[in-house]
């Protein structure tokens, strides 16, 4: 073969191996471009959930709720010179002794305290004689985001269970397993969870119960395994499911089916809704 030949062959192997790296390279670049643009398309496509709660929980970390009210409104921060001791909780029932209906829990937030108390000299003399205050957050909150706050304080307050006993039995267990602490207060959902299908851990109020809870047996499922085959043998579904950050866990081992049956009750209780109308 003349060395002419040759040189031609070799220009052409050069020109497809270039091809192969270009299509190579342009492959990747879109892949890359799509996975950075899934956030947007996916809120985009996705029906994503965000209830008054959920917002709720967001907003108090934003105006340093927790910086006085301890993680995730769990109390604990010292409060010199005042009577308790510390600044008190949202959670475990700690409202309930000072906060007796949702206008309270709205003035608290506005004014600092319900105006009774703060026309009260005894109580303006303890608050006084206490190195931390509550804000008062009226200059600073919309009328949206307070029946948001509200909505989360309800949520969170441990007042809100049910009366049937299986289910009561049940919110004992999700309080207990620390349910809450993934699927938002009683169950709002909204908990970030990176390289899930819609980016949050999802909760029992709406859609997306609806969507990946058909019947009992899928509910009692998540429960004891963590996982139902419809999602995790999912070609789309599953590659998500494996991937993401935050995973259900398996409960079986710890629960005994009359346990697993009381908190398949409550789950119920809370996606009937009944109990919404004390959370605002």
């Given at each position: 073969m003349s060395c002419q030949g040759r040189t031609s062959m070799e220009g052409r192997r050069d020109r497809m191996r270039g091809g192969v790296l270009v299509r190579v390279l342009m492959g990747l670049t879109l892949a890359e471009t799509t996975w950075l643009l899934y956030p947007?398309?996916?809120?985009?496509?996705?029906?994503?959930?965000?209830?008054?709660?959920?917002?709720?929980?967001?907003?108090?970390?934003?105006?340093?709720?927790?910086?006085?009210?301890?993680?995730?409104?769990?109390?604990?921060?010292?409060?010199?010179?005042?009577?308790?001791?510390?600044?008190?909780?949202?959670?475990?029932?700690?409202?309930?002794?000072?906060?007796?209906?949702?206008?309270?829990?709205?003035?608290?937030?506005?004014?600092?305290?319900?105006r009774a108390k703060r026309d009260d000299p005894d109580y303006r003399a303890k608050m006084e004689a206490a190195a931390l205050r509550m804000p008062a957050y009226r200059a600073v909150v919309s009328a949206g985001q307070l029946e948001d706050l509200v909505a989360y304080l309800r949520a969170t307050s441990g007042m809100i269970l049910p009366d049937e006993t299986k289910a009561a039995r049940g919110a004992e267990l999700a309080g207990d397993f620390a349910c809450f602490s993934?699927?938002?207060?009683?169950?709002?959902?909204?908990?970030?969870?990176?390289?899930?299908?819609?980016?949050?851990?999802?909760?029992?109020?709406?859609?997306?119960?609806?969507?990946?809870?058909?019947?009992?047996?899928?509910?009692?499922?998540w429960i004891e395994k963590g996982e139902?085959?419809?999602?995790?043998?999912?070609?789309i579904g599953g590659w998500f499911f494996s991937r993401q950050a935050v995973k259900m866990p398996a409960f079986e081992r710890f629960l005994q089916p009359a346990d697993t049956e009381a908190l398949m009750a409550y789950v119920r209780w809370i996606r009937a809704g009944a109990w919404r109308p004390l959370v605002r």
């Open positions: 947007v398309l996916r809120a985009r496509i996705l029906t994503l959930e965000e209830g008054p709660a959920a917002r709720g929980v967001r907003l108090a970390a934003t105006l340093g709720c927790f910086v006085c009210h301890g993680p995730a409104g769990s109390g604990g921060t010292r409060n010199p010179g005042s009577e308790e001791g510390s600044v008190p909780a949202f959670v475990e029932r700690t409202q309930m002794m000072y906060v007796k209906t949702t206008d309270d829990l709205r003035e608290y937030i506005l004014d600092g305290a319900p993934c699927h938002g207060p009683l169950g709002s959902g909204g908990m970030p969870n990176p390289r899930s299908l819609k980016g949050y851990i999802p909760g029992f109020w709406g859609a997306d119960f609806d969507e990946l809870v058909r019947d009992d047996d899928e509910l009692q499922r139902i085959p419809r999602i995790s043998g999912h070609p």
